[in-house]
């Protein structure tokens, strides 16, 4: 992740837009999702919302098991979304399968087939859980925009070198 | 010579919060065919509960939808007390009537906000999820959960009504008297949303007995049905509860999208009624017949044989039936028949003749549940085509099958079809 221009990132980081994937969920943490968007908890104070489409999303917010039949939409919706981009699974059964187990039609947990960033627990998961994962995604991208050390890329540099003397391909 | 395009829609859209995927033929906007193809979040549910006891298939049952979750396990839960033959104490029952009904009320307020998100009427969406976090308050405070509350039990319930709950449910019967009037008349006599919904996704009530339309659906086009009358169960047998249809309302039945709304909305009412009745007439003892599971879970190995529940969910009729084995721990098997299922199979119907922007809304305004409704798929690999499967096709289908069997078996097996 380091190649990209973090400068960007430095300007980026608290407006962020969320797009959702239901994977196969009950529709109990879809529901908390959408009370995060209603006013009591209003997650359009900390600049975010939600758009229609992951070309335009920062965050990717995933619920359910995946389906086999959602396998590979999941996978295409991941690839569609401009990097830097954050993944939030929002529920257990996202996480680790938890009820769903022993399961001929699941490919699940989430993160068998896209990386996964923030982890919510829950089932379901209360808005307030939401909204502290999707904010742990923020602070992931303002990670991503701190410059690298010094240090380490002296390190890296001198990896580098070692690789290409010993023959290595140097990427 | 007009020409027709094929738009898909989903299974991933903006539209819709559940994946389901739709063909479109139009010509110019108009509707002219459509075509649906379920299955996408097929999780297997029935299968797994192959594998556990029917204590942990409760939760199991839970979780095969999250709004309507309480609707099914009520509704599992009374079927295998309908084997087993168990007793529910007076009180257990009417405490389950009140947690369906508070169910009902936080269903249809959610749908009445996503269905005015969808004609892009923003403030009531906001405004009706705004009153809903007063029903998810008040299960909260009675189970500690907003979505899957885990209240039912066999023989009763888990929790109890205290008078801090009690106090809360009558502060929010209040509430909703007072504020939900103003929701109501803010999108149902505004022009612009009633020239949205008006006409606009019609099943006429010749159609929605043809499809087997159940629920809101079938109470919006004018059909008097409603389980809670015709068939009470839980503490429903002891109020009055009539099905509300439009034609009591506008004094006529359409059976458009306004009409769907009007039902759903007018159903809260009646949900508040009847939440209140509950209240007053709530009778004192046991809420359990047996709180030890080890008790619960030697007398269910006994049992033997098939039962069902049928109950009135907030989108319709939701059918469960199970069968148990004598000595063995496991559901043998188990068979939901969610309320969406029958009523997507009027989505078509609705769809003809309507503008293509109408079709998010019309896909919303039976309340799908897609998690609830995919038990079972047709599919052809070969032709790439699946589709709700009518009865007739089902019987073809069927027919068809055993005729391939027979001759399988004269083809491969010497002496025909007459061994086992």
Known sequence: MKSFDMDILRILPRSLWVTTCNSGSCNGCDIEVVATLGPRYDIERFGMKLVGTPRHADVLIVTGPVTHFMHEKLKRIYHQMPDPKVVVVVGNCGCSGDVFYKSYNLDGPVDNIIPVDVYVHGCAPRPEAVIEGVTKAVLKLEGLGKKPDKKEEAQEAEAMKEAEAAGGVAL | ?420
Not at chain 2, 320 to 335: A, E, Q
Not at chain 2, 364 to 377: G, H, K
Not at chain 2, 403 to 420: C, D, I, R
């Open chain 2, 1 to 420: 010579m007009s020409t027709t395009y094929t738009i898909p829609v989903g299974p991933v859209h903006v539209g819709l919060k559940e994946p389901i995927t739709a063909w479109l033929e139009l010509e110019g906007e108009r509707i002219v065919n459509a075509r649906v193809r379920p299955g996408a979040i097929h999780r297997g549910i029935e299968f797994m509960a192959r594998e556990r006891n029917p204590i942990q298939v409760i939760y199991l049952s839970e979780r095969i939808c999250g709004i309507c979750s309480f609707s099914h396990v009520i509704c599992f839960i009374r079927a295998v007390e309908d084997l087993a033959q168990m007793n529910v104490p007076v009180r257990g029952q009417y405490i389950r009537s009140l947690v369906l009904e508070l169910e009902r009320v936080h269903s249809h307020l959610l749908w009445s906000g996503v269905a005015c998100y969808t004609i892009g009427f923003d403030s009531a969406f906001h405004l009706g999820m705004q009153m809903r976090e007063r029903v998810m308050d008040v299960l909260e405070l009675l189970s500690g959960n907003r979505v899957n509350y885990g209240v039912a039990t066999f023989g009763g319930v888990r929790w109890d009504v205290t008078p801090e709950l009690e106090k809360a449910l009558r502060g929010m019967v209040r509430y909703y008297r007072q504020e939900f009037t103003p929701f109501r008349e803010i999108v149902m006599e505004d022009p612009v949303a009633q020239a949205r919904m008006r006409n606009v996704g019609v099943l006429t009530r010749d159609e929605a007995v043809r499809y087997s339309a159940v629920g809101p659906t079938a109470r919006a086009s004018g059909l008097r049905i409603d389980l809670r009358k015709s068939s009470p169960y839980e503490a429903y047998a002891d109020f009055d509860v009539e099905p509300v249809v439009p034609q009591d309302y506008f004094g006529e039945a359409h059976g458009d999208v306004l009409d769907r709304f009007a039902v759903r909305v007018l159903e809260v009412y009646q949900s508040l009624d009847i939440i209140e009745k509950i209240l007053d007439g709530l009778p004192e003892g046991p809420f359990v017949e047996e709180a030890n599971l080890n008790k619960v879970m030697a007398s269910l190995k006994k049992a033997d044989g098939t039962g069902w529940g049928i109950i009135e969910a907030p989108r319709g009729d939701d059918t469960h039936i199970v069968s148990l084995k004598g000595g063995v721990d496991n559901v043998l098997w188990w068979k939901v028949r969610a309320p969406t299922y029958a009523n997507a199979v009027s989505w078509p119907i609705m769809f003809r003749g309507n503008e293509l922007a109408d079709a998010p809304l019309i896909i919303n305004s039976i309340d799908p549940c897609i998690s609830c409704m995919e038990r079972m798929l047709v599919t052809d690999e070969r032709e790439y085509r699946s589709e709700v499967v009518t009865r007739s096709e089902l019987v073809k289908r069927s027919r068809q099958k055993t005729f391939e069997l027979g001759s399988l078996k004269s083809k491969y097996v010497p002496g025909g079809g007459a061994e086992q």
